[in-house]
């Protein structure tokens, strides 16, 4: 029921960055931990990063730490992801998800997917 919708991605050159954006609907996003995750071409999908509903904890998949970063602004019912130093292993669908819980997660809404491309 709750609708989350993914945009900000596209090509990019290898080294830059890209800030992707997740909105949901509702009254109730500040109570939701929200979640990004990717799939890239012929893998699985994979867990990128979680935050709790007001934004004081956050974590990422340990590979990703320091070059991934999640955030939120609950006055405008978005969730942010910004990577820098991108590279051609970046390129993927990349999801934002919904869970009641940030210590206990069930991604229960999932968006549509963003591609992000990456180019040498």
């Known amino acids: 029921q709750v609708q989350v ?10 080294g830059g960055s890209l800030r992707l954006s997740c909105a ?9 931990a929200m979640g990004w995750f990717r799939q890239a071409p012929g893998k699985e999908r994979e867990f990128v990063a979680a935050i709790s509903r007001s934004g004081g904890s956050t974590n990422y998949a340990e590979s990703l730490k320091g070059q ?3 955030s939120r602004d609950n ?5 942010y992801l910004q990577i820098h130093s991108l590279k051609a292993e970046d390129t993927a669908v990349y999801y934002c998800a919904v869970s009641w ?3 206990r997660p069930a991604w229960r809404y999932w968006g549509q997917g963003t591609q992000v491309t990456v180019s040498s």
């Open 5 to 14: 919708v993914e945009s900000g991605g596209g090509l990019v050159q290898a």
């Open 24 to 32: 949901a609907s509702g009254r109730s996003f500040s109570t939701y």
């Open 68 to 70: 991934f970063t999640i």
């Open 75 to 79: 006055a405008k019912n978005t969730v």
């Open 101 to 103: 819980s940030y210590d």
